[in-house]
């Protein structure tokens, strides 16, 4: 997907044929009570690996920022 002018990655919008659409959409009715705890275990796991790469991202992001920060003139509390 191309990157539109003055959007950031996480701007852009999802494309509407993605994973978690297509989960929402899905027919849940032809699953067996072990077969839904699983799935909401397999999903449970997969929000808790999205969860730490957005934080791994961020943390890595304010790093960055933080090194290439401009540093205040001097006698300025920064």
Do not use: C, W
């Amino acid at each position: 997907m191309p990157k539109l002018p003055g959007m950031d990655i996480d701007e852009r919008p999802r494309p509407k044929g993605d994973l978690a659409s297509q989960l929402a959409t899905e027919v849940l009715d032809p699953y067996s009570q072990d077969e839904l705890n699983e799935r909401i275990r397999l999903l449970e796991l997969e929000i808790m690996r999205t969860v730490a790469h957005r934080d791994k991202a961020s943390a890595h992001r304010a790093a960055a920022e933080a090194l290439f920060r401009t540093p205040p003139p001097s006698g300025e509390a920064g």
